[in-house]
């Protein structure tokens, strides 16, 4: 069943636009207005994501607990539709707006990447965008498995004549082009079930991304993504690490641990429920015992029927501690075993809900090496709560990336935007 590639942005509200991040623990849906980018022109510096207004104003958000997810694939349908109507409705009763069509952010272990390269002889003396797109159709003609659907081709360098690193060969002259890219794919049954989620949940799915590639575009400066960066997205369930350098996605892995794990662990070591070590995570949770006062307790409940009980904070931390410890020990296997630990001259930016404990910060600044910041969605406009929190960045990422696909398409500038796999027509 082919995937369609073309959207009609004028058939729709514009204006409007959703992300939808349907996670392992949480399902998140933010709405946005899209509005006229403006340059700020004061900073000088050309940094990508810094500019007073990006084309977003996000004006509301509505969550849920996710059930009928597990580490990013849909185990039971009907279960997350429910959890995807009551994130809509949720959003639809703050925002005052009808939600219909969405742009839905896909991770797991099921994501993976195919390297591959096109090259087409130039007819004109002038590259145009009509050969660009020819070359990267060329380099996307490569046999995937039945399986697989293609997500993304991102292109990571042109060739024009034989001279290389060139980001955008539009306009220049030339008689040969390449392209090098990356092709992401995912599995085709566990994106089709997510997307069928969306349609009974009577959603249309306008675009499936790649979570690391939104919040990307949410959070990261160009000269980060130049010098070299890790993102680390900590999920519920999974942890997405993705790699950029000279400007563009080199690898990702991911992680088959998140913040889930954390919060079993409360739950085992604590002998609470899953909902109720959840909010001992949110309220008390710290991962370094150095942090915290030795005499710090914490009142926290045993579930329905039984009492409250008073209980050191250092037991909760000596439980998160060593769990945390092991996450950043596997990243920092990745990274130095991918060998782009010296390349990382921008460190690492770490987004997802589990960043919000304390100490996860300096924790990973100790075990990888690099400096780290918490990365928060920059030159979009919208309430502190959404804009300022790391466990957003990728749903706004997606609201962003939608916004930036309407402006592109309608002034015909949006050849980059553009590469991206429409879900249009998937299931007509």
Known sequence: MPFGFIKDVTAKNSRIVA???????????????????????????????????????????GYAPSRGIKKG???????????IKEAVRMAEE?????????????????????????????????????????????????????DREVLHVIPTEFIVNGQGGITDPTGMAGIRLEAKVQIITGSASSIRNLVRCCEKAGLEALDVVFQPVAAAEAVLTRDEKDLGVALIDIGGGTTDIAFFHEGHMSHFSVLAVGGGNFTNDIAIGLRLPFQEAEQVKKGHGCTMLSMINSGEEMNIGCGEGKPARNIPRTHLVEILQPRAEELFGLIRDE??????????????????????????????????????????ASG?????????????????????????????????????????????????
């Open 19 to 61: 992300g939808l991040d349907v996670g392992s623990t949480r399902v998140c849906v933010v709405v946005g207005e899209v509005c006229p980018p403006k340059k700020s022109g004061t900073n000088g510096d050309g940094i990508a994501g810094r500019e007073n207004h990006r084309g977003l104003r996000l004006i509301g958000m």
């Open 73 to 83: 694939v849909v185990i039971n349908i009907e279960q997350t539709v429910e959890s």
């Open 94 to 146: 703050q925002t005052g707006v009808d939600i219909r069509t969405v742009t839905i952010g896909v991770t797991g272990s099921h994501i993976g990447y195919i390297p591959s390269q096109g090259v087409i002889a130039v007819k004109e003396k002038e590259i145009g965008r009509m050969d660009v797109e020819m070359v990267l159709d060329a380099a996307r003609a490569v046999a995937t498995p039945f």
């Open 335 to 376: 990274i130095t075993g991918r060998g782009f630990h010296n390349l990382l001259n921008a460190g690492v930016v770490l987004t997802g809900g589990a960043v919000l404990m304390q100490g996860m910060d300096v924790m990973a600044e100790n075990i990888l090496a690099l400096p780290v910041r918490a990365g928060t």
């Open 380 to 428: 979009i406009e919208g309430p502190p709560d959404i804009i300022g929190n790391p466990s957003c960045a990728a749903v706004a990422g997606l609201a962003l990336r939608e916004a930036e696909a309407c402006f592109a398409e309608l002034d015909g500038n949006g050849f980059f935007h553009g590469i991206k796999s429409k879900m249009i027509g998937w299931f007509k």
